[in-house]
């Protein structure tokens, strides 16, 4: 069985994106995900994203990461996804249902509102999310007190002199699959840059190191306005490129950014099922 697929990407963040909202074939597992998203025998992606109908929304978007695991949220996935769909949309995911407006080339994503209370992160047991009194190190690098944030996905923030300082890929798994994340946790490490800008790197939950996270950057930029560190809106920097995160409390993100198409093709199911 032939299968077409779209390969996108947010920022180099890329995904496979396969659109099953009129065609049938058969239901994605990890296994698929995984062979998918290998770089060397699949079509390669940090993430692959696959659209259904949905019952509640225009339709609805599922995401794998690249180790097969299905997750809640994908904000850079969000803009290509608004980008192929052409139009405005609500859209189902298992985070939550978030609304796309396709803009100059990318889109505006309203991500919903952020949530801080440490159940609804979650974590282990009951503590201040907002300055975790726990710390993880690692060679040289220690890593103390994030902020806990949920934005459709779990999320940990580190304040940092300098984000390019951190080795992130050998302290960000550690952080990832620590027991007080029981879900495991998607990990930022920023500096204030400007006023009203970030730096960021993420460790994300299940994919690794990528050239950027959007949920990261909503996530972290909640964190910053909430501290008083930057004004929105604020610019956030990532290793690929720049996206706009719009909050106030007690209201919902908005990111804004590019995406685009790289190519398209086929594979045949049976080759990755």
């Known amino acids: 069985m032939r299968v077409p697929f779209i390969k996108m990407h947010g920022l180099g963040n890329d995904f496979v994106v396969l659109d099953r909202r009129k065609d ?10 995984r062979a998918l998203a290998d770089r060397r025998t699949g ?15 225009d339709f609805r978007m599922r995401i794998f990461n690249s180790d097969g695991g299905e997750v809640e949220a994908c904000g850079n996935a969000a803009r290509a996804v608004a980008l192929l769909h052409g139009d405005p949309a609500r859209v189902e995911t298992d985070g939550g249902i978030i609304a ?17 209370d440490w159940d609804e992160i979650p974590l282990g047991y009951a503590m201040d999310a907002s300055a975790m009194p726990v710390g993880w190190s690692e060679g040289k690098d220690t ?41 495991r946790v998607n990990v930022n490490v920023a500096s204030v840059a400007g006023e009203s800008h970030l730096r960021l790197h993420v460790w994300e939950r299940g994919a690794g190191l990528t050239r950027a996270c959007g949920t990261g950057a909503c996530a972290t930029g909640v964190a910053a306005i909430r501290k008083g560190l930057v004004q929105s809106p604020v610019t956030v920097t990532l290793p690929g490129g720049d996206l706009v995160i719009k909050w106030q ?24 099922a």
Do not use: Y
Not at 171 to 178: L, R, S, V
């Open 24 to 33: 049938d074939w058969p239901a994605m597992t990890a296994k698929a995900a």
């Open 249 to 272: 409390q007690g209201g919902s993100i908005t990111m804004t950014g590019p995406a685009a198409e790289a190519f398209r093709g086929e594979f045949e199911w049976g080759d990755f």
């Open 100 to 116: 796309l407006s396709p803009a100059n080339s990318g889109a505006s994503v309203d991500m919903g509102s952020p949530r801080f």
């Open 143 to 183: 890593l103390e007190a994030p902020m806990a944030v949920n934005v459709g996905n779990p999320h940990a923030v580190f304040f940092v002199d300098d984000a390019n300082a951190v080795d992130l890929a050998a302290i960000g798994p550690m952080i990832e699959n620590d027991p007080v994340f029981p879900e």
């Open 43 to 57: 079509v390669g992606c940090d993430q692959l994203i696959l659209l259904e109908k949905s019952e509640r929304a």
